[in-house]
């Protein structure tokens, strides 16, 4: 495991280094803020403005990271919450899937610790030449990272062009579970979703959602909160978006370079956001906001 090395900068408690705190990949690395305070600890990296990490105090991690990712620039970093933005998925045109913001440096805009105790960071991406050449429009995202008994993300996005704007998006989040088919989601009972492994057929979900094999199901007009269950603890999310993505590859692990045989087993995906029949459209000038909060 590759220590912490150089200490850049120091604001407010956030601590900025120059690799990662879990992997060094062919002498490169990524930089990552470190925050720690009473109520808990993170690790996030300025490229995708990408959690890794979040512990709440005296408790364990609440994301899953694959023990083959790779921290290398460009390149997006299996587990935690990538942020799959401006659009989800493949893409018509043939762009790479999930949109650039998860392969993308932010910039950190402030950092400032809170009277509860908590810890606040705010980074954001603008369009810049490179985004420009693939999607041509003026933007802003901007999230907001609250570090405490829970961890709360506040992701807004500004169309600052003179054109709307399609927008789907997802925290695409991996959580850390024991074994996954142990595994129960609670909060989807009733829901339509879209079944992506073979025919896109539409069903839909009659009580807990459980995993068997290769899942991917793409859940839509959810409720706020679900819940993911095990023998050890419960996770709850609550988000104020619309749509659910539920996913494990399976048997599938072992064609995927940063995962691998088997280590599907210790993770399930519960993302939240805005995709399929639930994204958006942005009028020139707009600004949307989506929320979501974790805890143990």
Request: glycine share 10%.
């Amino acid at each position: 495991m590759k220590q912490i090395e150089t200490m850049l900068a120091q604001v407010n408690g956030v601590r900025l280094t120059t690799s990662s705190a879990y992997y060094q990949t062919e002498g490169e690395g990524l930089a990552l803020l470190v925050v720690e305070n009473t109520l808990g600890s993170a690790v996030l990296a300025l490229q995708g403005a990408h959690l890794i990490s979040y512990i709440p105090a005296q408790g364990q991690d609440l994301l899953w990271l694959s023990p083959n990712a790779i921290f290398k620039p460009a390149k997006a970093i299996r587990g935690g919450i990538p942020l799959c933005m401006p659009w989800f998925g493949g893409h018509p045109d043939g762009l790479p899937s999930h949109g650039f913001a998860r392969a993308m440096d932010w910039q950190l805009r402030s950092a400032q610790n809170l009277a509860d105790g908590g810890t606040e960071l705010v980074l954001c991406l603008q369009d810049n030449e490179q985004t420009l050449a693939i999607w041509p429009h003026a933007f802003e995202f901007e999230l907001t990272v609250r570090v405490g008994r829970c961890l709360d993300l506040s992701l807004k996005i500004e169309n600052r062009s003179d054109t709307s704007l399609p927008y789907t998006y997802a925290f695409h989040s991996y959580f850390a579970v024991e074994d996954y088919t142990q595994v129960a989601v609670q909060g989807l009972a009733g829901c339509e979703y879209i079944d992506t492994v073979g025919e896109h057929v539409r069903l839909l979900q009659t009580g807990d959602m459980t995993f068997s094999g290769t899942t991917d199901r793409v859940y839509l007009n959810v409720p706020a909160e679900q819940k993911i269950v095990t023998a050890q603890r419960s996770i709850q999310i609550v988000s104020d978006t619309h749509s659910a993505v539920v996913w494990n590859p399976g048997a599938h692990a072992a064609n995927i370079g940063d995962l691998g045989a088997g280590v599907n087993q210790t993770f399930v995906c519960v993302e939240r956001g805005n995709v399929f029949d639930n994204g958006l459209l942005l009028a020139a000038g707009e600004t949307h906001t989506a929320t979501m909060s974790l805890s143990a």
